[in-house]
């Protein structure tokens, strides 16, 4: 039986202080998540709070990041609407990373195992490249490898070598090289 009122956040660090947090609460939920908010500006946003963001990045409306300061972007990546990274740990996504409509990657999880439901967080990396498709979700502590590709409502609960598709069933196929 779960003891849920025992959980902690024992070993969760949110990597900055109650006020910061509630800033950037306020500013995603005001003006970041807006569909008037230029892409530039998110940018500019996400760097503000300690994001590291490469050249040339596209980030669309309606995109929640939980933590900005445990986000890397490189060159040149795409955020589709409604991406959502729930970031208790690091998320670094490589250059030239699409993360399609409504992605999702979640570093968060619990440990089922244990009465007290204790977190079970791990970073997430997505690989130069790589193509988290629409509706597609990225678990915890897992690596996309280069120019992989997770298909549409995929759930990739386990690393994606590169060069290789993942499909909403859980099969998984080599795709050749982007041309």
């Keep these: 039986m779960r003891d849920l009122p025992s959980f902690t956040l024992a070993g ?17 939920n005001t003006l970041f998540m807006a569909w008037f908010c230029p892409a530039r500006l998110r940018v500019a946003l996400l760097r503000a709070f300690g994001a590291e963001i490469g050249e040339g990045v596209l980030i669309r409306h309606r995109v929640r990041v939980l933590w900005p300061w445990k986000l890397t972007v490189g060159d040149h990546a795409w955020i589709g609407e409604g991406v959502w990274v729930l970031n208790l740990e690091p998320v670094a996504i490589g250059s030239h990373v699409c993360l399609s409509q409504e992605a999702m990657l ?16 791990a970073p997430i990396t997505v690989e ?16 996309v490898g280069r120019c992989a590709v997770a298909g549409a409502g995929a759930v990739v609960h386990k690393d994606l070598p590169e060069l290789t598709l993942q499909t909403q069933d859980g099969r998984r196929r080599p795709v050749e090289e982007p041309k």
Excluded at 12 to 28: E, H, N, S
Excluded at 106 to 121: E, I, K, M, P, Q
């Design 12 to 28: 969760y660090d949110k990597g900055r202080g109650l006020l910061t947090q509630v800033l950037w609460f306020a500013v995603m």
């Design 106 to 121: 979640c570093t968060g999880s619990h440990d089922h195992r244990v009465a007290d439901f204790r977190y079970r967080n």
């Design 128 to 143: 130069d490249g790589a193509w988290v498709a629409v509706r597609a979700t990225v678990l915890a502590g897992v690596t």
